[in-house]
């Protein structure tokens, strides 16, 4: 009888706990081990190196500041894919099963209030690819079911009320890229036959399919994939030039039988019909080996943008680090525009910067993606470069990431809207500062304080911090690191809690072993 009355009552003292659960508050890219109160001030320690709110995978920036919309409603996973619908909203696309308070399953439609609308189709798996024409949402990915019907990993629903159309081109792997005219859709991903449950045709890679009916056109153009760690061939396809012209990019070593490196293009009034535009973006310095191509953005003049994971673009020796700018007619010629987008986490066996997404906004561009370097400038996955100068503006929203930045933290997809920019991606936080271990949060005004003690690793990884103990004006950070504020320090040093510096302690301590214990009581550090 006394078990039910504690249970009962932990249950009440849960929920209360719950209901006051501040969903904006301060997230971190990795652990947290210890943590601590005195006073107005949060101590946190851990493995992270990042500290900022809870703003994860889907937020709005507003242009001048660089600042998330705090009432836009917040995505429980992953987002993809996003598409204007044309009245100020977004119909967005990922791996995710709650938006705001709705539940919608990889799909859903987000009104230029910043409403979850009631159009809910959702699909089984995770959505990759979104375009609007006409009436109908095209919707790519890997899943099996469609707004309730079996649609294997491309189907279209209608734009205002979700129902499914009649319209199932049925092919056997997953589907990355959608775009359409007046009376075809395109798709590109990953498979190598189309209709495949009625009438079976080889397409590898590449599909072409009336609007009216999803049975394949006779229109064949392959394209071949060239990285087999890879999951997708073709990322990316957009129409231009009144629809005779279709760029098609991604993880590409041939087109239509033709060696394209990474993206090229072809006409779209005959069969594996290449042209001989070819900006070969290369991985490395090897004339053989193509880099990834993930975003591109064709002007209205005479410039293409292209972004992804590559170093060289038409020859060897034209160095661009991730993203560049070539001419749209000719060979095409690449312009002196060189941004350089890398980081100094790089690992070539792990750990690939890249460019994700590419935006083109009045006079600057946004950039992004995995990346913390551009130009030399700190920047975290996202940035906005000048188009004349190819430098970096002062706008800097700090995207979360990592010394070892995994894609958990990278920016998938960005849309610009007269209400800001929408980012899309991985990542859990935006706005944040970068914290090396331990941190400090004012709880009074919900801020990260400038507290900052710089912790290092001289071999170059990130610090972690084990213990946390405070007494008085000094904080104890026990932990993985050997240094502070640029001074040497291993394993366990006494900081400054106002000004964040190095504090003469135990100057004659050499401890080689993590601290599991740090302690303060009757004025004595037990460690």
């Known amino acids: 009888h006394s078990f039910v009355i504690i ?10 706990i719950l209901a006051q659960l501040d969903k904006n508050f301060f997230v971190v890219n990795e652990s947290v081990e210890d943590l601590i109160k ?9 493995s992270f190196s990042y500290v900022g709110p809870n703003a994860p995978h889907a937020v709005l920036l507003n242009y001048q500041t660089g600042q998330f919309d705090p009432l836009f409603p917040r995505v429980n996973g992953p987002v993809y894919a996003c598409i204007s619908d044309n009245n100020g909203g977004w119909f967005i696309g990922g791996d995710f099963t709650k938006v705001g308070t709705e539940t919608r399953n990889n799909l859903a439609h987000i009104t230029s209030s910043g409403h979850v609308s009631s159009w809910n189709p959702g699909t089984n798996g995770t959505v990759r690819a979104l375009f609007l024409s006409g009436e109908n949402i095209y919707v790519g990915g890997a899943f099996t079911n469609l707004g309730g019907v079996g649609r294997n990993y491309v189907g279209a629903v209608n734009a205002a009320n979700g129902t499914v159309v009649n319209w199932d081109p049925n092919p056997n792997g997953s589907v990355w890229a959608i775009t359409a005219d007046e009376n075809y859709v395109y798709i590109g991903g990953n498979f190598s036959a189309v209709n495949v449950d009625s009438n079976p045709q080889d397409r590898f890679n590449l599909a072409r ?45 041939n087109i239509g039988g033709s060696t394209r490196r990474g993206i090229g293009r072809v006409n779209t009034n005959a069969s594996n019909s290449v042209q001989s535009w070819n900006p070969n973006v290369l991985r490395t310095s090897s004339s053989t080996i193509p880099g990834v191509v993930y975003s591109v953005y064709i002007t209205e003049g005479d410039t293409v943008y292209i972004g992804g994971l590559f170093s060289r673009v038409r020859t060897t020796t034209t160095i661009r680090n991730n993203i560049a700018a070539v001419t749209k007619s000719g060979t095409p010629t690449v312009y002196a525009w060189d941004p350089n987008i890398y980081a100094d986490w790089y690992d070539p066996s792990d750990y690939r910067p890249q460019v994700n997404s590419i935006i083109v906004k009045d006079n600057v561009i946004y950039a992004g993606g995995k990346f913390n370097l551009v130009g030399g400038r700190r920047r975290h996955n996202l940035v906005e470069i000048d188009r004349v100068t190819g430098n970096a503006t002062q706008w800097d929203p700090h995207i979360a990431d990592s010394k070892f930045n995994d894609d958990s933290q990278k920016v998938s997809i960005l849309l610009t809207s007269n209400g800001g920019l929408f980012v899309g991606g991985q990542f859990p936080s935006v706005n944040g500062k970068t914290r090396k271990g331990v941190a400090k949060i004012n709880l009074q005004t919900n801020s ?31 932990g993985n690191f050997d240094s502070v504020g640029g001074q040497y320090k291993k394993t366990l040093a006494a900081i400054d809690a106002n000004t964040g510096q190095l504090q003469s302690f135990l100057t004659f301590s050499n401890i080689t072993t993590p601290i599991s214990l740090l302690k303060v009581k009757d004025s004595k550090l037990y460690v």
Request: with cysteine; charged share 10%; hydrophobic share 40%.
């Open 209 to 253: 399919f009336p609007k009216t009916s999803g049975i394949v056109d006779s229109w064949i153009c392959n394209v071949e994939q060239y990285s087999v760690s890879l999951p997708f061939t073709v990322y990316g396809l957009q129409l231009y030039d009144n629809n005779s012209t279709l760029y098609i990019w991604g993880n590409i070593i």
């Open 448 to 478: 990260i304080s400038d507290w900052d003690p710089n912790l290092g690793l001289s071999w170059g990884g990130d610090p972690t911090v084990q213990k946390i103990a405070v007494y008085n004006s000094t904080v104890f950070v026990g």
């Open 38 to 46: 005195m006073d107005n001030d949060l101590y946190i320690a851990g």
């Open 7 to 16: 249970f009962s009552s932990f249950l009440f003292f849960t929920n209360q």
